[in-house]
């Protein structure tokens, strides 16, 4: 089973990623841009037989900061 | 117009953080875990006037390294 975790900063958190990708889109001349937030995707192939609970865990234990990140699974 | 880009590494070129949550994972007992792949979400909030070129132009010239990563862009 595919599964696709979607990993990003919770509004209000500080994102120093984002505002340099922020700077580099504006100085390489795209107007126009009025915020980017920069997160991770992460890809698991897992057993078919694993379930929700456990995916759960994985993103609370390991994959998100759950104190700052937001994480939202999607299976594909 | 608020867009997310799906940055994630071409098949076939080696994923060292991948591998790390992978070996995490297992280490924390969850077995069952068949592959791991990192990749980036970016977050962009643009002007509505914002072109498909010249989105494409930004992830080609920054967002993504088209020589070992593959993009996709969703419109939400």
């Known amino acids: 089973m595919k ?3 979607f990993v990003t900063l919770k509004p209000g ?10 700077k580099a889109l504006d100085g390489l001349g795209f107007g126009g841009v009025n ?14 037989s694993t379930d929700d ?7 609370r234990k390991l ?3 759950t104190v700052i990140e937001n994480y939202r699974v999607e299976r594909a």
Chains 1, 2 share one sequence.
């Open 3 to 5: 599964l696709r975790i």
């Open 13 to 22: 958190v500080l994102d120093p990623q984002g505002k340099a990708i922020h």
């Open 35 to 48: 915020d980017v937030r920069a997160g991770k995707l992460i890809e698991l192939d897992v057993a078919d």
């Open 53 to 59: 609970a456990a995916i759960d865990e994985m993103c």
């Open 63 to 65: 994959l998100a900061n």
